[in-house]
């Protein structure tokens, strides 16, 4: 197809287009006809995925927390799984790589199946220079090419694979008010593209947050693990009632269902840390704060390559223990309906 062709036959959905608010386009430079096709096509890809699945009587789940390490995930098998237990798409942060590149090149291989992602900040190149991470991340999305960004770690005790390994390398501090936090959260403003964070439930740390989100209030800030309470000694000030507080005094601000199972201990501190489960159900307050602010939450894996094997079996624990509960419209939302809102920056359906 030569290239008036190709913007012949791109008219329509351009047009269309034209008239949505678009995250990563919001205060960059004004797309080319041919940035706003390439995008056009990446979202009718994911749709017609999801839709196929919708179709089907399924409940299709978009991930929007997971890892991707090119070279270790096997992306054939979790691929394989994602149409199996119905994943309609992974926004894969890539880590262990100069830039966001490789997410890219996986959404271009398999379109309907990965979202592009800025780089997961999981790694080295976070930790030791944070600040040049997100002017990487801002070169990145720059380009228009990227639709959500992965995870920073600003507070993060180390995972219980790493506890088992004996590696205490991954207990982080990165300043959520120093210079990263505040370029970052800018950074959101000024695009309107959604960042992660890993941010350990501690007292003293939450009213930084808090100060942040207020001077901060158009960040799109996605809090990553709900409930997640691994020292509970270090964190009394954290249940549905404050998290409710949270919702109603920053629009913007959402959480993501990546936790451990319910009967799970974290073995440092012999805490049971996912609280949101009781009796290894979902507790009735956080069930009722789902449903009564169902924009604010989304599901996602926490996939990383040393619990690739878990992939269904996480999944499945989510729909049945945490969506399952919820009345059918709620339970889309979480599913898919909230992800789609913040990555294509229009309601489902819409
Ligand atoms: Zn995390």
Redesign the pocket.
């Known amino acids: 197809m030569d290239r008036r062709r190709f913007l012949q036959h791109a008219a329509a959905p351009v047009t269309a287009l034209a008239t949505m608010s678009i995250p990563a386009f919001a205060q960059s430079a004004p797309a080319s006809t041919g940035d706003l096709a390439v995008r056009a096509a990446s979202i009718e890809a994911w749709r017609q995925r999801l839709q196929g699945m919708l179709d089907k009587g399924r409940l299709p789940m978009i991930d929007i927390?997971a890892t991707y390490v090119p070279g270790v995930t096997n992306i054939g098998q979790l691929m394989a799984w994602m149409d199996e237990v119905d994943i309609a798409q992974i926004a894969f942060a890539t880590a262990s790589s100069p830039d966001s590149g490789p997410s890219l090149e996986l959404h271009r291989q398999y379109p309907g199946y990965f979202i592009p992602t800025t780089s997961s900040g999981?790694f080295p190149r976070w930790w030791n220079n944070p600040a040049a991470f997100v002017s990487r991340v801002a070169a990145d999305l720059k380009t228009g090419n990227y639709y959500t960004m992965g995870?920073h770690?600003f507070r993060?005790y180390p995972?219980p694979e790493q506890v088992e390994a004996r590696n205490n390398g991954r207990d982080i501090t990165v300043p959520l008010d120093g210079p990263a936090g505040h370029a970052l959260f800018q950074l959101s403003e000024d695009t309107g593209t959604a960042f992660?964070i890993?941010y350990e439930i501690e007292d003293p740390l939450l009213p930084v947050l808090e100060s942040m989100l207020a001077r901060y209030p158009k960040a799109r800030v996605i809090w990553?693990?709900l409930g997640m309470i691994r020292y509970p000694d270090r964190a009394k000030a954290y249940n549905p009632a404050y998290v409710k507080s949270l919702i109603t005094r920053f629009p913007h601000l959402h959480f993501d269902l990546?936790v451990p199972r319910a009967e799970n201990i974290y073995r440092p501190s012999g805490a049971r840390d996912s609280t949101i489960f009781q009796n290894g159900r979902l507790g009735e307050e956080w069930q009722a704060l789902m449903e009564g602010f169902p924009d604010r939450f989304l599901v996602a894996s926490?996939y990383r390559p040393p619990v690739e094997s878990l992939y269904r079996t996480t999944m499945g624990r989510h729909r049945n223990q945490i969506l399952g509960p919820l009345s059918e419209a709620v339970r889309h939302k979480l599913a898919y309906g909230n992800a789609w809102r913040l990555v294509t920056g229009n309601s489902w359906g819409a």
């Open positions: 927390q999981e995870e770690e993060h995972s992660q890993h990553c693990h990546a926490d």
